[in-house]
């Protein structure tokens, strides 16, 4: 057993790796079931015309997510992954039983900040158990597995939220599937998984990178490297919390069926997985840097463009593209913070780029929100793909060529 714990590695931890890969399929999956409907949902439920007032939800999962993120990173050396990963499959469970039985949109707000505290401690604790197992060598292909998992099971479960909404109803069948996800999730972590603590040590031992002074600092402002991969984060998730509410209330104003729009709404998360597996490992060879301004300009422009089109196949290729451009820079993001950090600060500076990350969820969404309430969805949707193109050219100017292995 001990000869077991000492090596790092992917061949050497498939196993466990495998089943991690498993478990945040369904983290992801919790997401993807309210990634077509909940907009719908919104409207015919409980009566909400504005704009903002819908995408209250996102604010909700956005702030929660991102606070609970920076949690796991101050606590993961103390309690350890495994521990903080059932604790967020516990605060999962609640969440489809809230949405089918809520009679206020305030329940509704409830579920999603309680989703926003499980996606932080489920999400951060396979992403850092998946690099305390494989080491510095195969560490963008373990991040590019770790995200497609989860971003291809948010669109298969988007697309079939969708598709049980359109022939059995908004509420409650659909979301039985998150009763079923969570259950097994908690299953799986509680008797399979394993802590992954003695990695890190045994990886420190090596490292000879220097440690940040302040982590927190260093990788919001200070550092070059790290806060322009910080701000880039946060605008792909700032545009992603606007397509999440927004898109959906566009494709409807184009007369679309539900089916339709869950096709579009899920192939932009569905090719955002899939491309992963093959970006993962291009981010381990290639100058990340460039990965990351061609996918927030690729992201950016496919934003643009959604409002001028009616076509069901154009929009559809659009969506995909803005999948590819995210699945450019996700598992990108991670390995560039992950690089810079020492194995101990490491859970630390993670989560704080995964705090200011996922806080976009929140800054989009009430910036989108606003925007559309006063100029209209077109507007709306326009600025932050903008937004997001600026971001591409920030990392240009603001972050240090590195050395392509």
């Excluded at 992954?196 to 420190?204: H, Q, V, W």
């Excluded at 992603?240 to 184009?254: E, Q, R």
């Excluded at 007369?255 to 192939?267: C, P, V, Y």
């Excluded at 496919?302 to 969506?319: Q, V, Y």
């Amino acid at each position: 057993m001990t000869k077991e714990i000492n090596k790092i590695g992917l061949k050497e931890n498939l196993l466990q790796f495998i089943l991690l890969v498993i478990v945040n399929a369904f983290v992801g999956g919790m997401v993807g079931l309210e990634r077509t409907i909940i907009p719908q949902y919104a409207t015919d439920q409980f009566e909400i015309s504005s704009k903002t007032a819908i995408l209250s939800f996102i604010i909700a999962f956005g702030i929660t997510k991102a606070l609970t993120n920076y949690i796991f990173g101050r606590l993961a050396n103390r309690i350890g992954r495994k521990k903080l990963l059932i604790i967020g499959w516990l605060f999962a469970i609640p969440v489809p039983f809230i949405l089918i039985n809520a009679s206020l949109w305030s329940w509704v707000i409830i579920a999603n900040m309680l989703l926003g505290i499980s996606q932080g401690f489920t999400w951060s604790s396979t992403v850092n158990m998946k690099i305390d197992l494989v080491g510095e060598k195969d560490r963008g292909f373990a991040m590019g597995l770790n995200e497609f998992s989860g971003y291809f099971a948010i669109g298969i479960i988007a697309f079939l939220s969708a598709y049980i909404a359109d022939r059995y109803g908004l509420t409650p069948y659909p979301f039985y599937l998150g009763v079923l996800m969570s259950i097994i999730g908690l299953f799986l972590t509680v008797f399979f998984v394993k802590e992954t603590e003695s990695y890190i040590k045994i990886e420190s031992k090596k490292n000879t990178s220097l440690s940040l002074d302040n982590i927190f600092i260093e990788t919001t402002f200070k550092n070059k490297t790290l806060s322009s991969v910080t701000q880039a984060g946060l605008v792909n998730n700032l545009n992603d919390g606007m397509i999440w509410g927004l898109l959906p209330i566009l494709l409807f104003s184009f007369s679309f069926e539900t089916q339709q729009i869950g096709w579009i709404t899920a192939a932009y998360p569905l090719f955002w997985g899939i491309g992963q597996l093959f970006t993962g490992r291009m981010s381990d060879y290639y100058s990340k840097k460039m990965m990351l301004v061609w996918g927030m300009l690729i992201q950016g422009f496919a934003i643009i463009f959604f409002p001028f089109n009616t076509s069901f196949e154009i929009l559809m290729f659009i969506s995909i593209s803005l999948g590819i451009g995210t699945a450019i820079v996700y598992p990108t993001f991670l390995t560039v913070i992950a690089e810079e950090s020492t194995p101990l600060q490491r859970a630390e500076s993670l989560g704080v780029f995964r705090l200011w990350r996922d806080l976009g969820y929140a800054i989009g969404a009430i910036l989108s929100g606003i925007v559309a309430d006063f100029f209209g969805v077109t507007f709306s949707i326009i600025i932050i793909g903008v937004i997001t193109v600026l971001s591409s050219m920030i990392i240009q100017i603001r972050m240090p060529s590195e050395k392509i292995n």
